[in-house]
């Protein structure tokens, strides 16, 4: 198999990798938020409910994560449901990085002064307009390192869709590695994981910048 | 009257720190509050901006009641709809400023008129920067918090409290974060309003300033109005021990 030929099979999983990543923060980044918040309902039981989800999530590999949101619906409830494979990725990698998410953004939102919360009350902001005008602002601002971290983590994350044998680029590094018995796919799968997280580092600063016009 | 507060009572935890608290302001009064910390000055004002809700009694705004005590002997508010109107009422001007860090100077203080009040942009910003003229800021507009200094953020404050167009403005310790060069161009403005006649009521510990502007003064320890009266009199004769005690710390 000539370099080309890898480099073309393989960039099918590229797209599989990149269609993981983008779906699993359009999930995760918005979740996170909600679970962040219910986190801080004023009902026990839907606070026990959030913390108990955050650390079993954060108490267990991704990997059998994986594997029981697969596997899951059969063994357990007897569900046979066709094409279950792409979307069980998608279902545990949401639920994985959405609790992640939610505590950065747990920690955001704590990190804001009560001030902000009690000036805005006096101007007559409704709660809304107080967390959407003038808490959630603050919080992207001081939260985006840690989520830029997170992101990069996600990027090399998505070669565990392996272990359900979804042909993303590790897979497939993996089995052409096997069948040519080069090492070759692996360097190229390498050199993908690095240049997609030298964008993600790129983008992210410049993001971080354009935040940089107040302390 | 533009406020009226009758048998105020509130408790932290147990611990009673307003004790059956009255008293009035009537419109274009200016009044300063007094007194050692912890004597409940502060939560006093929480209470009349509704930071804090009270466990009893009235408080009556343009003679309206906000809250009033119910059959069981707790305080009970007006519905959200008239807590609002209430609200509208009453501005308030904190210690730490609290100016919102990523919002220009004009957008502190033209947001909730804007988005509280369904102002026009164009009213709002013409109004801001009158206010900004008045405080002595005016080039400041396009500025961040964090670029002006502590007495600049608290005449922004100042404009951002009044841009609601409150009937009654309340300041709760309003220098004590302020470096002591910065505190006269605060205690400034708030002179110039009291000159325009603005009701306000002060929490402070500058003798020399409400000796100047207030018409009256009360002192409070311990959760109670120990006295109250015309500044001269609180403040260069007073009657009551308590009061004596501590206004000799700041002869010192």
């Known amino acids: 198999m000539t370099f080309e030929t890898m480099l073309s099979t393989m960039a099918s999983g590229m797209l599989k990798t990149g269609l993981i990543f983008v779906l699993t923060l359009i999930g995760s980044l918005p979740l996170g938020m909600i679970v962040a918040l219910l986190h801080k309902s004023r009902f026990f039981i839907v606070r026990k409910f959030i913390s108990i989800y955050i650390s079993i999530i954060r108490g267990t590999p991704l990997m059998l994560q994986l594997l029981v949101w697969y596997f899951g619906p059969f063994y357990l409830f007897g569900w046979n449901i066709g094409n279950w494979r792409f979307p069980a990725i ?28 009690e000036a805005a009350q006096v101007l007559g902001y409704s709660k809304f307009q107080t967390f959407m005008r003038i808490i959630l602002p603050q919080v992207v601002k001081i939260i985006l390192p840690s989520v830029t971290n997170e992101v990069i983590t996600l990027v090399k994350d998505t070669s565990m869709a392996f272990t359900l044998a979804y042909a993303e680029v590790f897979s497939l590094a993996k089995q052409i590695s096997a069948s040519q018995s080069s090492f070759m796919p692996f360097l190229i799968a390498g050199v993908f994981y690095f240049v997609a997280n030298y964008v993600v580092e790129f983008i992210m600063k410049r993001i971080e910048k354009s935040m940089d016009y107040y302390k | 009257m533009i406020l009226e507060m009758n048998n105020i009572q509130k408790e932290f935890d147990g611990l009673e720190v307003l004790k059956d608290i009255s008293f009035g302001v009537d419109s274009g009064e200016v009044v300063s509050i007094i007194g050692p910390s912890g004597s409940g000055k502060s939560t006093l004002l929480r209470c009349a901006t509704f930071l804090e809700t009270i466990d009893g009694g009235e408080i009556i705004y343009m003679g309206d009641k906000a809250a009033r005590t119910g059959e069981d002997g707790k305080a009970v508010y007006a519905g959200p709809q008239e807590m609002k109107k209430f609200r509208s009422y009453c501005g308030l001007v904190f210690q730490q400023f609290n100016l919102f860090p990523h ?41 961040y918090p964090f670029q002006l200094s502590g007495g600049q953020q608290q005449r922004v404050a100042i404009a951002r409290a009044l841009a609601m167009k409150p009937e009654i403005l309340f300041f709760d310790e309003p220098t004590s974060a302020l470096d002591p060069e910065l505190t006269g161009e605060v205690l400034k403005v708030i002179k110039q309003l009291a000159d325009e006649k603005m009701t306000m009521v002060v929490v402070t510990h500058e003798m020399p300033f409400a000796k100047a502007v207030s018409d009256r003064v009360i002192f409070m320890d311990g959760g109670v109005i120990v006295e109250q009266g015309a500044p001269k009199d609180v403040l260069g004769n007073p009657s009551e021990e308590r009061t004596q005690q501590f206004l000799r710390v700041f002869e010192r």
């Open chain 2, 103 to 143: 919002y220009s100077i004009l957008k502190n203080i033209t947001d909730a008129p804007i988005k509280v009040q369904g102002k026009s942009k164009d009213e709002a910003e013409a109004n801001a920067r009158e206010l900004l003229k008045k405080m002595g800021i005016e080039d400041k507009a396009d500025a």
């Open chain 1, 90 to 117: 998608i279902v545990a990698f949401v639920v994985n990085y959405a609790a992640y998410f939610a505590e950065i953004y747990r920690g955001g939102i704590e990190s804001i002064p009560q001030g902000q919360y």
